[in-house]
């Protein structure tokens, strides 16, 4: 696990970052500097903060690795500045999947007052991110290439959460009312062309190893004084990529099956018609009678906020193996990391191995 340093750190840059709002002049000016530091308040705190401490942490070993003076305080900075576009995608997040709690309290929307509010909410806490770490960092020599890391991933992630919103299904979707293919056909093209494993590898790496591992490692190895060149920059990406599909795979599996006080929200994947990992490969079932069931099932009960449906697919997954099937994947993927990983080491030594080895290690072992 992360060292609780880090993660004081980050406790202590959280209460800055509220601060930062609360007296940043336009805020002030505009009388809103006490709701957005509510809305931090509120949505920063509860999390792990591992991408936030994993930039420290880097920072902290590439900096000694070049023999450059480190700022723990100012490395804090840039990583609960990617806490808080984390956390302006979550609040979005949230909203667009009808979500009921996060973080083991209820989604920030639900609140009395807030609704549909929420949505500018997440827009203006991306632009404190910005803001903040450009008043923390104006005088780094490499600014520029902080915010493009920042702006890169925003861009990124609205196309992968592009990508997944409109790869949702439902029996009732609205495009199959416009279609001239009878009902059942349509159904099951929308089902073949957006619940594959390829349509779902693509929303993985756009809207979760972006944000998630590209971002902070990014971050990180930048404040530490180390932009990667093309040939490091390409397998940096590339190991990411794959972090965050075993991230979101099992974050799908904790949706369907994990205990909702454990991760402290309520699954709805299956509810929502996500093309989540364990769709994607229930549909990737060769045996053709054993497929064509498969597809039955999902066409008539996928993507329906009704109890005994979602009850049908959970009883379908557990029919062909799922949790099986997951266990060896997930064997497969780690294997592929770690050649990854030790990769990057032979080809680029001043990223620390052993940080990356850490991400593994927590990524493979998180229980919410």
Known sequence: MID???LTLM????KEA?????SYPDCVRTGTSQHL???????????KMQRGATTVLIAEKVSKSLGLPFDEKQAAIAGICTEIIHTSFLIADDIEDHAITRRGQDCWYRLPGIGLNAINDASLTEHIAIELLRSRFSTHPHLLNLVHVFQSTLFRTGL????????CYSPNHDLFKQDTLPLHEAQLNFIHKHH????????TNFKTSFYTYWFPINVGLIVGGLIPNDEEAKLIESLCLNYGHLFQAKDDMLDCYADPKVIGKIGTDI?????????STALSETNTELKAKIESTIQKHYGINNPEDVAVIKALYNEIGIPAKWDEYESKLMKEIQEQIHLLGEKAPKIPQDVLDLLLSITSKRSK
């Open 4 to 6: 609780q340093k880090y």
């Open 11 to 14: 406790e202590d840059a959280r």
């Open 18 to 22: 509220i601060q930062f709002v609360q």
């Open 37 to 47: 530091a509510s809305v931090l308040e509120y949505n920063l705190g509860g999390g």
């Open 160 to 167: 992968g959460q592009h990508l997944d919103n409109s790869s």
């Open 196 to 203: 594959t494993p390829e349509n779902y590898r693509n929303i």
């Open 271 to 279: 509810e929502d018609g996500k093309c989540s990992w364990l769709v």
